[in-house]
């Protein structure tokens, strides 16, 4: 590329270009607080460094914008799509996901530069309306990334043994806001019309928008909380083989799970180190197992995703619940999420469904790499709806779809209970 680069002014507003440049500017400020070697790390396979992150949302501009629409682009560096696509088989091969914590180099500092590179080059195709699409995409899944780069690097701090905290002092007390009594959302039954309405962006996994035939049901208008856990542990509940899937079972025993992750004691592990667990706050850090688990304990059930989205859309009083951009998450200050507790939908933790992760009637992956975004993961995962507190500010609406396997928990993931009417 020749001549001076455009640059991206990065401000306030909600333009596509201030928004490009607000999402590129948070994940930098999300990881400012780690060390080179805090950022290399990976603690699990399921998790990746935060360093992978940073470079990752990077090759996916790079890749899917500059390189297949900016006329001379050159890629920063030839060896980098090997070590930075994550699952797209149409872009090549890349190293073993396992593998990712072992990049000590390129080193933070030179993924940084390449980042500020790469969003320098946007700034040429920030304008083009065809592009805009594409552009919506990449922004969403970079705030993917800065959700997963939060609770990936909250789990690589958790396995050391002096539990350090991501950042410096202890968080403010939590003020819980959860009622000692469960009221309820109801719904009468009848037809809903479930997926995006088409409106604004959605992954393709949203849509398309079909009919539902929902019975009557009522969904908890709150999430069932800590002290509420250590009261189904105090029962047995992690050692009554009847409260449990078989998998489940399978699972608790073989892992040796008696408690969320991240509890020891009275205390649980938070990005600013350990912490006084708040007996009213969100249980978080659990399985669908444990998730399901609990409600059969509790006679009661999770919803489906269906009866979730109906209640989240309103749709048996017209009003609609949907998610608030200004309330909910902390994501936009870069401190340290923490479920608070309350009656909103989002912005506490990410709810478990039943339901399997499966494609809507008529559901179709887009043409191209990015077709793999979702589509080929429709096997064996669960549905989460809502938003969690490390979810970035209107990030999540009403037709989302989170997935995740049946045991992974290092996700912000808890439960609202449903029962039948």
Known sequence: MGGEPARIVTGTGNTLTQRFAATRALTEALAAPLSEADATIQSMEDASPAKWHLAHTTWFWETFLLRDHLPGYRLW?????????????AEGARIARARRGMLSRPTVSEIVEWRGAVTDAMAHLIDDPALTPLIELGIAHEQQHQELLLTDIKHALFQNPLGPPMWDGRDAATTSAASAETAWHSFPGGIAMIGHDGRGFAFDNEGPRHRVLIEPFALADRL??????????????????????????????????????????????????????DPAAPVTHISYYEADAYATWAGLRLPTEFEWEAIARGQH???????????????????????????????????FTRSGYLPY???????GAVGEYNGKFMSGQVVL??????????????SYRNFFYPHQRWQFTGLRLAKDI
């Not at 025993?253 to 004691?265: F, H, R």
């Not at 009637?361 to 043409?367: H, Q």
């Not at 809502?386 to 209107?394: E, I, K």
């Open 224 to 277: 069932v909380t800590n002290g509420e856990w250590q009261a189904f542990i105090a029962d047995g509940g992690y050692r009554n083989a009847a409260l449990w899937l078989s998998d489940g079972w399978a699972w608790v025993n073989a892992e040796g799970i008696d408690a969320p992750l991240y509890w020891q004691g009275d205390q649980h592990f938070t990005h600013c180190g350990w912490q006084d667990r």
């Open 317 to 351: 009083t017209g009003a609609e619940l949907a998610h608030d951009p200004a309330a909910g998450n902390q994501l936009d200050r870069a401190v340290p999420p923490l479920p608070r507790g309350g009656t909103d939908l989002f912005g506490d933790c990410w709810q």
């Open 77 to 89: 560096n030839d060896d980098w799509p090997f070590l930075f696509n994550s699952y797209y088989e």
């Open 361 to 367: 009637p008529r559901f179709a992956p887009v043409t």
């Open 385 to 398: 709806r809502g938003a969690s507190c490390a979810t970035v500010r209107g990030h999540s609406r009403a």
